[in-house]
């Protein structure tokens, strides 16, 4: 192979890799906004994923989704809605050691909290969500004043580490995680913003 057959191809690949890489991120955002929110979430199994999907969807899709896996530079965003799922009363790892290394730039922005949580399948009461959201998530992100919901979620035992499968083996299988509720959500935040 000629060497400028070569240095083309090197080059070619490299953008083609830069390119990749760029478009394998989680990033949702079908209908750009002035308002320039985020979902930015914390999940174990994908539950909280798609409670901020449906979140998003319910605002019109205005609002880019996050994984906080991908470490979000959340700068350029007015408004942020931050979720998790639950396992043991805490959010993920990477969550809390997120919003607790940008809770100053992030507080201020929050407009919406979520928890999404299995509750072993009873219903979500006020004491529920003051313990997960007032008491726990809002001071964690430095949040004031921000809509908050918990949701039912729901258990994949195939997606749960075997030691967790073998502790949630007693639940079974269960999805209480409605798309219409999370829309609804997305809605009213959008309607106090």
Known sequence: MERRAFLGLGLTGIGAVALAKKGM????????SD????????????TA?????????????????FDVRENPDLAKFENII??????????TPELQAFLEKNQSA??????????????????????????LITDYLAPLCGAKDAAARVFLGRVTPR????DIREQMKMMGEY????????MAFGEEILGRA
């Open 82 to 91: 931050i979720g998790s799922a639950i396992r043991s009363a805490k959010v």
């Open 106 to 131: 992030i507080g201020p922005k929050v407009r919406g909290l979520y928890i999404v949580c299995g509750n072993m399948r009873r219903p979500v009461t006020p004491e529920l969500t003051k313990q």
């Open 175 to 182: 999805d209480n995680l409605k798309r219409p509720d999370c």
């Open 35 to 46: 308002k320039k929110w985020a979902v930015v979430y914390g999940t174990w199994c994908g």
């Open 25 to 32: 991120a989680l990033e949702y955002y079908p209908n750009p």
């Open 159 to 162: 997606l749960l580490p075997p």
């Open 49 to 65: 994923r798609d409670a901020g999907l449906w979140i998003s969807e319910g605002m019109g899709g205005i609002a880019d989704v």
